[in-house]
Structures are given as C-alpha cells and as structure tokens.
T-cell receptor, first 114, second 114 residues
Framework: EAEVAQSPRYKITEKSQAVAFWCDPI?????LYWYRQILGQGPELLVQ????????DSQLPKDRFSAERLKGVDSTLKIQPAELGDSAMYLC????????????FGSGTRLTVV | AQSVAQPEDQVNVAEGNPLTVKCTYS??????LFWYVQYPNRGLQFLLK??????LVKGSYGFEAEFNKSQTSFHLKKPSALVSDSALYFC????????????FGKGTTLSVSS
C-alpha cells in the first residue's frame, strides 16, 4: 500500500535555530497538506498545495514558517527561528484533487523545541 | 465559522460492549464527513467517509457512522468494542467548496477495558 513519507520522525532543536521537515506524497496525489497537531488537540491546517501552487496558507505564521513544493511532488516545511511554542507533531497528507477524497497521512515529525 | 465539535474528551467502554463517539458539525451547504483514528506517535488513518447516499456508512475494522442532517451529526459506532480499538479518534468535515481543506475536531480518546 502506498504511503506518504515524512522525515525526520523526531527532531529536537534549540529555540532560535532553524529546522526543516520533508514530505513525499503518494504518486499521483496533486494536493498536499501540512498540518500542525499540538498535544491534546486536533490537526490544524498550515498550508495546502495544488501541484506546486499554494492554495491556502492563511494559517501559516509567515514571519517564521515557509513551505515549498517546487516541482509539484515533494515538499519542505521550514521554521526559522524555532520557538518553544512550535513544539508539536507536524503532519503531511496528500490526496487527489476534489472535495470527496480523503487524505492519506504520513507518520508525522515530532518536533521538540528546547 | 465552520467547525467540528467532539463533545467528549474520553469515552470508556468494556470490551464486547457497543461504543459511540459523538461528532457534530457547523458547516454551510452539504459537507463531506470523515472519521480518522490515530495511534500514539503515528499519523492519522482513514476509517470511513460520508459523501452522499445511505446515511449509515460502513468503514474499516467494523466501524460505522450515522449521518443525521437535521441534527448535523456524524457519530461513530461499533457494535462490539475490542481492546485494540483504544486510540484517539478524530471527526473531520470538508466543506463542499473547491479548494477547502479538512477541518478536524479536537479528538476523542477511546479506552476499551478488558
């Protein structure tokens, strides 16, 4: 069964440092999402891509977060500088375009900022 | 604002008993509804979805969900719980509006005792 690949699985970084996460969606899934899940809460959308274009980044803290999907395949989410409040699980998901399709999620990256 | 509510932080049931995890939503139009399950330090796994048609939807691992339009609810059910069903369950809604992403509830922890 096809999977969404994410790396690293775990990351510990000091505040004010830069950190990056990588996601490789399922082949053929044009839509890619980055969600942030704080412990005890549901996932919240950070950014949505359709191919290489950003569809929605209204909840992305653009002063410190950036996301790209240059060739419309894999994607990178970056935080610079990291803050203590950024500690969370960062989930990548992909789907076919169209509102009726569910997502396939990766295993996530657990970020701890110290 | 569009939202999803899971009124119970935790549901406790004994193995073999039926279980219900509640979900209500506030979304304009006719949304698409989903349930996902999450095990510790893992991504979310798709259980089932409602798009249209029969109000009772059957999904993975013996789970089913009942869509009630008048009550704007989409409760998750299973006739006989297993200890292995213990996990975190998320209800999600996707507005029937092109380009909009899944909106998740805060999650309900299901604990099944032997």
């Amino acid at each position: 069964e096809a999977e969404v690949a994410q790396s690293p699985r775990y990351k510990i970084t000091e505040k004010s440092q830069a950190v990056a996460f990588w996601c490789d969606p399922i082949s053929g899934h044009a839509t890619l999402y980055w969600y942030r899940q704080i412990l005890g809460q549901g996932p919240e959308l950070l950014v949505q891509f359709q191919d290489e274009s950003v569809v929605d980044d209204s909840q992305l803290p653009k002063d410190r977060f950036s996301a790209e999907r240059l060739k419309g395949v894999d994607s990178t989410l970056k935080i610079q500088p990291a803050e203590l409040g950024d500690s969370a699980m960062y989930l990548c998901a992909s789907s076919f375009p169209g509102q009726g399709y569910g997502y396939t999620f990766g295993s996530g990256t657990r970020l701890t900022v110290v | 604002a569009q939202s999803v509510a899971q009124p119970e932080d935790q549901v406790n049931v004994a193995e073999g008993n039926p279980l219900t995890v509640k979900c209500t939503y506030s979304v304009s139009g006719n949304p698409y509804l989903f349930w996902y399950v999450q095990y510790p330090n893992r991504g979310l796994q798709f259980l089932l979805k409602y798009i249209t048609g029969d109000n009772l939807v059957k999904g993975s691992y013996g789970f089913e969900a009942e869509f009630n339009k008048s009550q704007t609810s989409f409760h998750l059910k299973k006739p006989s719980a297993l200890v292995s069903d213990s996990a975190l369950y998320f209800c999600a809604v996707r507005p029937n509006q092109a380009g909009t992403a899944l909106i998740f509830g805060k999650g309900t922890t299901l604990s099944v005792s032997s």
